[in-house]
């Protein structure tokens, strides 16, 4: 009935699972008949203090019965006090601009920085460098940026003066005196969770800034303590120019951040969003920093990670598909043998009732809510070894 409903009526754009999930509790959730399936993928990096977490409903509820929207164009209290908090457990001396989405931050982080290539040069500056297998979002303009070339198959034209780096080695040999930003993710997530390497991006980031370009670190997946700290770039030790940011910050609410040194750049009328940072998604924001700076300054984040990291070596010692463990903090993955394997290792995990990712062509991905029990990871991993000794 359900199923047919949504084949009928919405648009086929995701190969969906039709299994009807009714309710959850931190990383389980429970179907219409009652079963229970360990969620690994925080709803793709966002459920971040777990689903139906107590605080964040609260938070939400109470906000609802005040006040859900104004506009942006009234001061929005939780609004100011999320940027404040962004700021100071990051450490930069940024400013916030407030959007709904991970491709809507992004697009405005490039508004940013061909605003600064403007004003700032003679002749203007507006190319920018992205990384080959990026992901930054589905606007038109964020596709573009994506250095995937089967994403820009269709929709067609798109904005000029999107250049693609192999690695992060090659970018200073494309940088010219057009080049006004360079965007990267600090471990590539749909590319198929890949870090990058510590001193290379130290010294991209020392480069740019000598030749006044600026850093755009996308930390829409990495962002929110999902690799270990805030940002991936406090891990890295870099201050970007700017870094955008969505996923984990609103724990399932929609919300999406710019955040930037150059305060300045934007002036009022510049850019804007409806939605934007309301009172409902700001302030469940706002819980949702409290409740992982408290989790990750107790120690019980990094014990998480020490413990999934553990899980994930008996799994690739057990299994000869299974390559190495990679990634950061509980951003990681598998690197299986083929796609053969791996689409059969999701299909597999979902049969034993867990929930698995793919990025890539090869690589099993795992985003479990921060707040991850001990015994669901425990669980979790029993049925995978259960599913995988069938493959
Ligand atoms: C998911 C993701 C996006 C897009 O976010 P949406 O909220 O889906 O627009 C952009 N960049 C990165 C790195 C992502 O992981």
Known sequence: M??????????QTYGRNYVNFKNGENATLWDENGLDYIDLTAGIGVVSVGHSNTR?????????????????????????????????????????????????ANEGAIKIARKFGEIEDEPKRYKIITLEHSFHGRTITALKATGQEKMHNYFGPFPDGFVYAQN?????????????????????GEGGVEPQDKSEIQELAK????????????????GIYRTGELFASNLYEIEPDIITVAKGLGGGVPIGVIMTSHKDILQAGDHGS??????LSARASLEVLEILSEHKDSG?????????????????????????????????????????????????AFLHRVLVLKAGRTTLRFLPPLT????????????????????
Not at 58 to 87: R, T
Not at 168 to 188: F, G, N, P, R, W
Request: contains cysteine; aromatic residues 10%; proline residues 1%.
């Open 56 to 104: 964040l409903t609260n938070a939400i509820c109470s906000q609802a019965n005040e006040i859900i929207h104004i506009s942006n164009l009234f001061l929005i209290e939780p609004q100011a006090k999320v940027a404040k908090k962004l700021v100071e457990l990051s450490g930069y001396d940024m400013a916030c601009f407030f959007a709904n989405s991970g491709a809507e």
């Open 207 to 222: 480069f740019l800034k000598s030749k006044n370009i600026l850093l755009i670190v996308d930390e829409v997946q990495t």
């Open 274 to 279: 409806t939605f934007g940072g309301n009172y």
């Open 168 to 188: 992060i080695a090659q970018i200073e040999s494309l940088c010219d005196d057009h080049t006004v930003a360079v965007m990267i993710e600090l471990v590539q």
């Open 372 to 391: 991850i029990s001990k015994s669901e990871m425990d669980k979790g991993f029993e049925r995978l070894f259960e599913a995988y000794d069938k493959i």
């Open 300 to 348: 019980d984040l990094d014990e998480t990670f020490i413990y999934f990291e553990s899980k994930l070596k008996q799994m690739v010692a057990r299994y000869e598909f299974f390559q190495k463990e990679v990634g950061l903090g509980l951003m990681r993955g598998i690197r299986v043998s083929n796609d053969e394997i791996l689409n059969k290792c999701v299909a597999n």
């Open 2 to 11: 359900l199923e047919k409903m949504d084949k009928d009526f919405v648009l």
